[in-house]
């Protein structure tokens, strides 16, 4: 299963509910929602209640992307405002297996992201717990910045594992993802895309029916 994902993060904050409807309606699935604490990130975004005026008027997949301390503190919260999964970054949590149980037991999806100096093998232990894994293709932090290269070899590592034991796991890739990394990152093996800036520069139907096509191909 292939999917694009936009995220909200380069989005028109003045007009967010009607950009939301333009990506409804090219049939885009799911929406990348990414929260920013000013402490695991330098930057702070938005929080619950963004999630929630959005939810009251969309279908869509919610993946909520957690750059935050400590986030099991607010998993019900983030449940409870529309998060149909929820991400944690691997450095931001004390106890990684607990916060991924809570996830579980909150009765949502799934996720742990690791940024890109956090090797795979920190995480691979954990395969078999988790629906997702998020490989941060950029320092988390902000949107429009250039994929790093150096991270194309862990989304080969971690497809290899998927596929060696059989998983269920997608792998979803975050930051410089446009029209001349799609390729490198869909060959090594991930299957969830995440577009910022790409998505929303410009003409927003115009960018995903152009994007669904490379995909699909
Ligand atoms: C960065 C965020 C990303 C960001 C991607 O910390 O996690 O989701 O919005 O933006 P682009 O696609 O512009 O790199
Ligand atoms: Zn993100």
Redesign the pocket.
Known sequence: MYQLCP?I??ADFNRLGEQIKILENEGVQWL?I?V?DGDF?PSISFGMPVIKSIRKESKMFFDV?L?VTEPERYIQDFVNCGADSITVHAEACEDLERTIERIKDAGVKVGVSIKPATPVNDISHMLGDVDMVLV?T?Q??????KYMDECTEKIQELRELIDKENLDVNIEV????NEGTLETVMKAGANIF?????VFGGDIAENVRHIQKEIEE
């Not at 988390?140 to 910045?145: A, I, M, R, Y």
């Not at 975050?174 to 993802?177: F, R």
């Open positions: 995220s993060l380069s990348h990414d920013m990130v992307h750059m941060m950029v988390p932090g902000f949107g429009g910045q975050d930051g410089g993802i995440v577009a910022g800036s790409w």
